[in-house]
Each structure stands twice: as C-alpha cells, then as structure tokens.
C-alpha cells in the first residue's frame, strides 16, 4: 500500500443522519495507561486491587498505551507480567522515555534508546509502536537532531512520533516521516492545531485535552460529543488509507478515558463489552449497565 502523506482537511463536518461505514483498517482503541484508583467503582470491580487491573483491562480493549515508561525503562519482571496478565492478540504501545525526549532533548540519547528498546522486547507481538512525543520545546530548528536521533532507530521496531511545537506542521517534516516509514501522531490537544498527517501503512492518534480541566477521574466531566462526532468521520476516511489504526484516550480528555472510548467505538459501530458486564455478580443483586 502506497502510504498518503498529504493532510486531509482540516474540519470534517459530519452529516449527523448519516452511518458510518465498516472500517476498513485495523482499528485499535483504549485509554492511556489503566492504573488508575479512581476507576475502582466505575470501570473496575468495587474493591479491586491494581495487581488485577490489567487483566480485567484487557478482557475490555484490545490495547493501552503505556504511559509508565515515560519516567524510565520498565524492570523485566514488569515486563513478563504485563505479558502474562493480557490475552494473546492484546497489544501494548509504549512512550519513549523523557530522558531521551525532554531532558537530552534526542542528544547522545544512544545508550538509553537501546536500554529501553531491549526493556520492551521481551513483549514480542504483543508490542506495537514505540511513541516518540517530544517536547514544546524542541521546534523545527532542530530539525538536524532529529535526522540524527532517527538515524539511530533499529528496524525491527515501529515508531510513531508526536511534535508540540506549530513550527512542525509542515510538508517537509511529512516528507521526512514518509521516507523513513514513520508514522505522524494525530494529537486532539488544546495547545497544538489538530494536524492529520498519514505518512505510512499506520496512524496513531491520542486524544489529549487539558489537565486543569479534571481533578478526578471517575466519570466524565465535559460534553465532546460534537468532537467525537467529528473524530469518528475522519476516522472512516483515514481508515480507506492505512491498514491500521492506534487510538488512545487520556483522562483529561473528559474526565474518564474508558467511557470516552466506548463513545467513540458506539460512534464507528464497533464492538464494545460495558464494563460493569464483567464484574462478580452478587446474589440478590439486580445490575444494570451503562452502555455509554
């Protein structure tokens, strides 16, 4: 497949009385990170303990971004476990760690890359793209450090590079990522236009918003509705171009990534499991489940 590497438009204004259609590409949905307390009650089982969230996680979607390795390299044992609590067919995607992104800022990061590409190894197939999100402070200027720092990329790992800085959005930073088979990272994110770029066979896109807009996690706190309208329109058209789709939503998004992500796929007619479906029933107990 030949991959696109010219924006779509900018705003897609959905027929609200039109379906969309079966997705063509692959598409995998979840949240950023699952270790969250305040989903206790709402997403996971009353009185759950996170050595089991995972795995009731992945009873729901079929992927998560983890957003631990941010903060440094996970430990082997981690890493098996993690294995072993998911489902064959789950895949993980994994943020670069800071050191390398934000503190050396791409500079003699050789070292670190390597240590934390040999940390996630171990997952196999079960590891999907490595997410590369720079910092706001790196601009186009360093374009140079970028072409170096890419230039130190192992083949058998696939990459998908996010930029907070405007001055990327841009042809020539397309053209780079589609020569080198790197994928542009589609981000919904109050302080960054949102850019639709597709520069090889997959996208991947993170749906953001701002960290002062919600304190606590437990449900959702702000209407996007006509977004994800929009999102699940320019989702079927992005689908008609790439065999696969990552997607992942963060809490601040609108206050509870997993009811946002079942929102979105009720949107694209994907299959969706309600969450309190799965939880231990108590006898004499009649349960009802938020579809939402």
Same mark, same amino acid.
């Given at each position: 497949?030949? &991959? %696109?590497?010219?924006e779509?438009?900018p705003?897609?204004e959905p027929? @609200?009385?039109?379906?969309?259609?079966?997705l063509? #590409? /692959?598409?995998r949905?979840?949240t950023?990170?699952?270790?969250y307390?305040?989903?206790?009650?709402t997403?996971?089982p009353p009185?759950s303990?996170?050595s089991?969230?995972?795995s009731?996680?992945s009873r729901?979607?079929? &992927? %998560?971004?983890?957003?631990?390795?941010?903060?440094?390299?996970p430990? @082997?044992?981690?890493?098996?476990?993690?294995?072993a #609590? /998911?489902p064959?067919?789950?895949?993980f995607t994994?943020?670069m760690?800071?050191?390398?992104?934000h503190d050396?800022?791409?500079h003699d990061a050789?070292?670190?890359?390597?240590e934390f590409?040999?940390a996630?190894y171990?997952?196999?197939?079960?590891l999907?793209?490595?997410l590369v999100q720079?910092p @706001?402070?790196l601009?186009?200027?360093?374009?140079?450090?970028l072409?170096d720092f890419?230039?130190?990329?192992?083949?058998?790992?696939r990459?998908?590079?996010?930029?907070?800085?405007p001055?990327?959005?841009r042809?020539?930073?397309v053209e780079?990522l589609?020569e080198?088979r790197l994928a542009?990272?589609?981000?919904?994110?109050?302080?960054?236009p949102?850019?639709?770029?597709l520069?090889?066979?997959?996208?991947?896109?993170r749906?953001l918003?701002?960290?002062a807009?919600?304190?606590?996690?437990d449900?959702?706190q702000i209407?996007?509705?006509?977004e994800l309208?929009q999102?699940?329109?320019k989702?079927?058209?992005?689908a008609?171009?790439v065999?696969?789709?990552?997607?992942?939503?963060?809490?601040?998004?609108?206050?509870?990534?997993?009811?946002s992500?079942?929102d979105l796929?009720?949107r694209?007619?994907?299959?969706?499991i309600?969450?309190?479906s799965l939880?231990?029933?108590?006898p004499?107990v009649?349960?009802s489940?938020?579809l939402?």
């Open positions: 497949m030949n &991959a %696109v590497v010219r779509l438009p705003a897609i027929d @609200p009385k039109a379906s969309v259609p079966q063509s #590409a /692959t598409l949905l979840g950023q990170g699952w270790s307390k305040d989903w206790v009650g997403f996971y009185g303990s996170a089991g969230f995972l009731f996680y729901v979607f079929d &992927a %998560v971004e983890i957003d631990t390795t941010f903060y440094g390299p430990r @082997p044992e981690t890493v098996r476990e993690w294995d #609590a /998911t064959d067919g789950f895949e994994a943020k760690p800071r050191i390398i992104t050396r800022k791409l050789g070292h670190d890359l390597l590409l040999e996630m171990p997952l196999g197939d079960k999907g793209p490595i720079l @706001p402070s601009d186009y200027g360093e374009r140079q450090t072409l890419l230039e130190l990329f192992p083949e058998e790992f990459y998908s590079v996010e930029f907070r800085h001055s990327w959005i042809e020539e930073t780079l589609h080198r542009w990272t589609i981000v919904d994110l109050h302080s960054m949102r850019h639709v770029a520069t090889t066979d997959f996208t991947y896109l749906w918003g701002n960290r807009d919600v304190q606590k996690l449900r959702i209407d996007r509705s006509v309208d999102w699940a329109v989702l079927e058209t992005i008609r171009r065999q696969r789709i990552y997607g992942f939503m963060n809490n601040h998004y609108a206050g509870h990534s997993p009811a992500v079942g796929k009720a694209l007619d994907l299959p969706h309600p969450p309190a939880w231990p029933k108590q004499g009649q349960q489940f938020d939402g």
